[in-house]
């Protein structure tokens, strides 16, 4: 069973216009919530953690939410250079491993 | 930026041999992991170690074996490689500790890109 599941897979955007990603989760106990921008060929860089229902944190155009079983990764105004994998991980109280969402490309169009 | 590091970035190489992967990381980091990830599929974990002389086999331990003599490195050996084990290999490492029982981020390395002919 799946524990971490994003939609869409891909999103197409005009440039400027907002959209938000999902990233649900099964398994009850978080202990922390990941979201990663990945351009292809590289590896992951980290933009934010969550921990608790409720939180958010913003960075420029990017803004993450989450609630009690997802989270959302809002993108206000994209421009042609957020186009990139961008992927939800989850941790829980249960263990210590990092489970990945399949993640969702964004492609921003001037 | 994290500095974590992987070497070689793109490695071809026949069936049957013997490879070693490495990664290496100035942070200081406890933690370090091996995932392996193919195209549109989610990261897998195939090794992790939570210090020196710890390591721990994860989902998918792929017929590889993994080292932690030294806080900063962690390669990742195949000792025969198959055409199954073209992928994208990623390195990882992250702190322990700190808020809500030890979330911390991990910080990844570039990435191998290896193809088994």
């Known amino acids: 069973e799946d524990q971490v599941t994003q939609s869409p897979e891909a999103l197409r955007l005009q440039e400027g216009e907002s959209s938000s990603l999902n990233c649900s989760y099964t398994v009850s106990g978080l202990r922390g919530l990941f979201w990663y921008r990945q351009d292809p060929g590289k590896g992951p860089e980290f933009l934010f953690t969550?921990?608790?229902a409720g939180e958010e944190k913003e960075k420029e155009r990017l803004k993450a939410t989450l609630t009690k079983k997802e989270s959302f990764l809002h993108i206000t105004a994209p421009k042609p250079e957020d186009s990139a994998t961008y992927l939800c991980?989850?941790?829980?109280?249960?263990?210590?491993?990092?489970?990945f969402g399949t993640g969702t490309s964004l492609t921003v169009i001037p | 930026e994290a500095d974590i590091y992987q070497t070689p970035r793109y490695l071809v190489i026949g069936t049957g041999k013997k490879i070693t992967l490495e990664c290496s990381q100035t942070?200081?980091?406890?933690?370090m992991y091996w995932y392996q990830q193919d195209p549109g599929m989610e990261l897998h974990l195939i090794h992790y170690s939570y210090g020196v002389n710890s390591t721990e086999k994860g989902d998918l331990s792929s017929e590889s074996t993994v080292s932690r003599i030294r806080t900063e490195h962690f390669p990742l050996t195949l000792e025969s490689a198959r055409p199954s084990h073209t992928s994208q290999y990623l390195c990882?490492?992250?702190?322990?500790?700190?808020?809500?029982?030890?979330?911390?981020?991990?910080?990844f390395g570039p990435g191998t890109r290896l193809t088994v002919t």
């Open positions: 969550l921990y608790s």
């Open positions: 991980a989850v941790q829980f109280r249960t263990g210590n491993q990092f489970y």
């Open positions: 942070m200081g980091h406890d933690k």
């Open positions: 990882a490492s992250s702190e322990t500790g700190g808020l809500a029982g030890g979330a911390y981020e991990q910080y």
